[in-house]
């Protein structure tokens, strides 16, 4: 059985860039969450993809959109960067929703000049 | 909505010595309640989780919560750490009739273990 996994593992881009980082979920796992971890807090959910359909989204703005693929993988895009979208980001995933069964993956470390 | 408050940002500890990480709640529905372990530069893992049934859980390495819910509280103990236990710990709640699996997170309490 594989764990998440998530590429690339860091990232530099420049205020005003796109960025997409992606996500490979569990064996047997249909949903993907993503979280935002910035420096010294707590992840913040972004938003959740249940069987290639957003299920619930977190208080980030339009710029920040999600894809899930038929073999239940993910991608967060990331358009306009801001400095402030400096961070870890975290996908978790899951079965069918459910919150007490999520897996994490190691993140991508995103850095925005 | 729900909110997690871990109420010390930073708890310094000798290694063998007890230690207990504060983690209170608010929520109007029920909620489950999580504690997660974060490594330097990994991810997160599950250490322990409460669903329901006996308020005390205990994970595989030695740390136990104990669910209060006329308190709202879900701290975290371990009896006597170790070095290895050096690390960022993050409680979080889930709504249980939820349906997004959405995950509320504390900001995190850094445990040192001092030799």
């Known amino acids: 059985e594989t764990g998440v996994t998530q590429s690339p593992t860091h990232l530099i881009k420049t205020r005003g860039q796109q960025v997409t980082l992606r996500c490979s979920s569990q064996?047997?796992?249909?949903?993907v969450s993503w979280y935002q971890q910035a420096l010294g807090q707590g992840p913040q959910f972004i938003f959740q993809?249940?069987?290639?359909?957003?299920?619930g989204r977190g208080n980030f703005p339009p710029r920040f959109s999600g894809l899930q693929f038929p073999n239940y993988s993910s991608e967060l895009n990331v358009n306009a960067l801001e400095l402030d979208d400096s961070a870890l980001y975290l996908c978790?995933?899951?079965?069918?929703?459910?919150?007490?069964?999520?897996?994490f993956g190691p993140g991508t470390r995103l850095t925005v000049t | 909505a729900q909110s997690v408050t871990q109420l010390d940002s930073q708890v310094p500890v000798f290694e063998e010595a007890p230690v207990e990480l504060r983690c209170n709640y608010s929520?109007?529905?029920?909620?489950?309640l999580f504690w997660y372990v974060q490594y330097p530069n990994q991810g997160l893992q599950l250490l322990l989780k409460?669903?329901?049934?006996?308020?005390l859980v205990e994970s595989i390495n030695g740390f136990e919560a104990e669910f209060n819910k006329s308190q709202t509280s879900f701290h975290l103990r371990k009896p006597s750490v170790h070095i290895s236990d050096t690390a960022e710990y993050f409680c979080?709640?889930?709504?249980?009739?939820?349906?997004?699996?959405?995950?509320?997170f504390g900001q995190g309490t850094t445990l040192q273990v001092k030799p």
């Open positions: 409460y669903l329901s049934g006996s308020t």
């Open positions: 929520s109007s529905v029920s909620v489950y």
């Open positions: 993809y249940y069987r290639e359909e957003e299920n």
């Open positions: 979080a709640v889930s709504e249980v009739s939820g349906n997004t699996g959405k995950l509320i």
């Open positions: 064996s047997g796992h249909n949903t």
């Open positions: 978790a995933s899951t079965r069918d929703g459910v919150s007490y069964e999520q897996y």
